[in-house]
């Protein structure tokens, strides 16, 4: 995992606390898989960028409060997450969040496993060589069609396709690597 | 050739059921030939995948939005100054009474800890007074010495008096201008109560409530609390032998006398409770100055970030910053 050793996160949380310009590096480290939980129970994508915003400015704010008693602060951040996902499906009355939001306590939560195996896997996206990268981002994130892509980078649908298996099967490898 | 051809056909087949994917609303995986369904498994989670440019907009908003935090915190807490003298003693209530009588203190907030620990906080004038301890605390008692004016010392002495006090010194006019007088409170505390012969009762650069230490060596702990808190000297009179008749120093916003330890002004170590802008760099300049740490810089529930070390003279400095307002 290229999650920070538990000391050095307690360092890091110790820093932001009392600086919070320091926070920037925590976000780093948890940004991931954050998204990923929002992204997981609020299916459109502004909206789940919406909430991950959220979720990390409350972050920000509260962190005086945060107290370090052997639970994860990604433990924290999730239900920060949860509630922020209670509260925007709670002001979107007639949308129905995908799975019922429960308090996030334990960290072997199938639910939460899935998400860091989210997060690992965008991880991995950000080391794709740079094509490759770019197609994943494109047709994946942003939901172009091939053909678009093509035209976007210069290259032929043929091309972009094939960008697309290596891609996927690279992250595929990585994966299994990283699981043994 | 073969291979090639198998492998565009892969291709292809990977892009129709990532099209199909795509066409539906869930992001669970459907179903794809065997050989490229992990493939499209892999793409399913990448629908999650965040966009470009979302992560680095939302550090960008955070970094903007912890800026601002930074800037709205004053390290100071709001009603306290830089020094803020901090009374251990067991009768909390009896200390607070004291100053309520005799100097028409205001407690302002009272907290009990559940292991019985009190602590409060008095308005003096236009100062602020710290007083902790009660009876289930097991601490010594640090009584300490302060320098007050008041409109009108007569009267304050004769109220100090009357709550209790013993005199030290009645009423009299010194050639620095100001009529004073001392007592002792009945928790031991010395109180120099004066009027100050000019525009104002207040002497000018100084509060209305300062401290006054009375150590042995006065003049390494005027020297400690410059090295160590940059403390500034205002004013200085030195008897013949070097010792400190008399000194003035400024700490930030506070204005603190020192004296050599004389006759019934004996050595008190002081607790002090000190507000700076950032409490990790003084604690470590006291401790490179030559204090003893006491208690870790960490950050408490009230909002302030504060650890405490004891300078050679036994006096305890409550080092603070206060990081977020409640």
Not at chain 1, 152 to 179: D, I, P, T, Y
Not at chain 2, 105 to 133: D, K, L, Q, W, Y
Not at chain 2, 317 to 322: G, S
């Amino acid at each position: 995992m290229t999650t920070l050793a538990e000391e050095d996160e307690r360092l890091l949380i110790a820093a932001a606390q009392k600086d919070p310009r320091r926070f920037a590096e925590l976000y780093e480290s948890h940004f991931q898989r954050v998204y990923s939980y929002v992204a997981r129970r609020v299916p459109d994508r502004a909206a789940a960028e919406d909430v991950t915003a959220d979720v990390f400015h409350q972050a920000l704010k509260n962190l005086p409060k945060f107290e370090w008693r052997g639970a994860p602060f990604a433990a924290w951040l999730y239900r920060i997450a949860a509630n922020a996902i209670v509260d925007r499906a709670k002001k979107v009355a007639r949308e129905l969040v995908q799975a019922a939001v429960e308090p996030v306590e334990e960290s072997h939560d199938p639910v939460l496993e899935q998400c860091e195996q989210r997060a690992l896997l965008f991880r991995m996206v950000r080391e794709l060589p740079d094509d490759q990268r770019r197609v994943v981002v494109q047709r994946f994130a942003e939901e172009k069609s091939v053909r678009e892509i093509a035209t976007a980078l210069g290259r032929s649908e043929g091309a972009v396709k094939q960008l697309q298996f290596r891609a996927l099967a690279a992250l595929r490898e990585r994966m299994r690597e990283h699981h043994g | 050739m073969a291979d090639r051809t198998e492998f565009g056909d892969q291709v292809e087949r990977l892009d129709l059921a990532l099209d199909a994917m795509f066409a539906r609303r869930d992001s669970q995986p459907i179903s794809a030939d065997a050989d490229v369904y992990p493939l499209v498994e892999v793409g399913a989670a990448l629908r999650e995948l965040p966009r470009e440019g979302f992560r680095e907009r939302l550090k960008a908003e955070l970094e903007r939005a912890a800026g601002t935090a930074v800037a709205t915190v004053n390290p100071v807490r709001k009603g306290f100054r830089t020094l803020t003298p901090y009374f251990p003693v067991r009768d909390v209530r009896g200390q607070i009474e004291f100053m309520t009588k005799a100097f028409g203190a205001a407690e302002i907030c009272h907290f009990t800890a559940p292991t019985g620990g009190v602590h409060a906080e008095v308005r003096v004038g236009e100062s602020m007074v710290m007083v902790g301890g009660g009876p289930e605390w097991r601490g010594t008692p640090m009584p300490t010495s302060l320098w007050m004016y008041v409109e009108d010392a007569d009267a304050a002495y004769e109220r100090a008096l009357a709550a209790g006090a013993k005199t030290i010194t009645a009423p009299v006019d010194q050639p620095y201008g100001d009529r004073e007088a001392g007592v002792t409170d009945p928790a031991g505390n010395q109180w120099y109560i004066s009027t100050h012969k000019g525009a104002h009762f207040v002497r000018e650069g100084m509060h209305d409530l300062n401290l006054y230490l009375h150590p042995t060596g006065a003049a390494g702990l005027a020297e400690f609390v410059q090295k160590a808190f940059g403390a500034e000297v205002i004013e200085r009179h030195d008897a013949p032998d070097g010792s400190i008749v008399h000194a003035t120093m400024r700490i930030g916003n506070s204005a603190m006398g020192m004296g050599e330890a004389h006759g019934v002004y004996a050595n008190m170590p002081t607790m002090i409770y000190m507000y700076v802008p950032d409490v990790d760099a003084t604690y470590a300049r006291a401790l490179a100055a030559g204090a003893e740490a006491l208690t870790p810089v960490t950050e408490q529930m009230y909002c302030d970030r504060n650890g405490m070390v004891q300078d050679a003279w036994g006096n305890r400095w409550y080092i603070a910053t206060r990081v977020r307002e409640p």
